[in-house]
């Protein structure tokens, strides 16, 4: 399942936990009712500050909130930390 999929029923575990219609979590996140309809029925992704908004809200970071992998983004940095060093060994 890619993070995209994950959003959707993460969005509403969270907002179901913390209590709130979806009325509610839309006025704080400062879009529309319909807005928090269509992210959890995967119809729609959320702009990058309404993400960080959800993740204040929830207060989970913004990786766990979207469903990312962490062990993927640990590998990640490894290999950019990696590309980093081949890149500094060839510009000396």
């Known amino acids: 399942m890619k993070a995209s999929e994950k959003f959707p029923s993460r969005v509403r575990e969270l907002r179901q936990r913390f209590g709130m219609t ?9 879009v529309t009712q319909q807005a928090v309809g269509l992210w959890e ?3 729609a992704v959320p702009q990058g500050d309404s993400v960080k908004r959800l993740a204040k809200i929830f207060s989970v970071p913004a990786d766990d909130l979207l469903g ?8 990640l940095e490894k290999r950019v930390e990696r590309l ?3 890149v ?3 510009t000396k």
């Open 22 to 30: 979806q009325a509610e979590l839309a006025k704080r996140v400062r």
């Open 41 to 43: 029925k995967g119809k």
């Open 68 to 75: 990312l992998d962490k062990g993927r983004y640990v590998n």
């Open 84 to 86: 980093e060093k081949i």
């Open 88 to 90: 500094e060994e060839l």
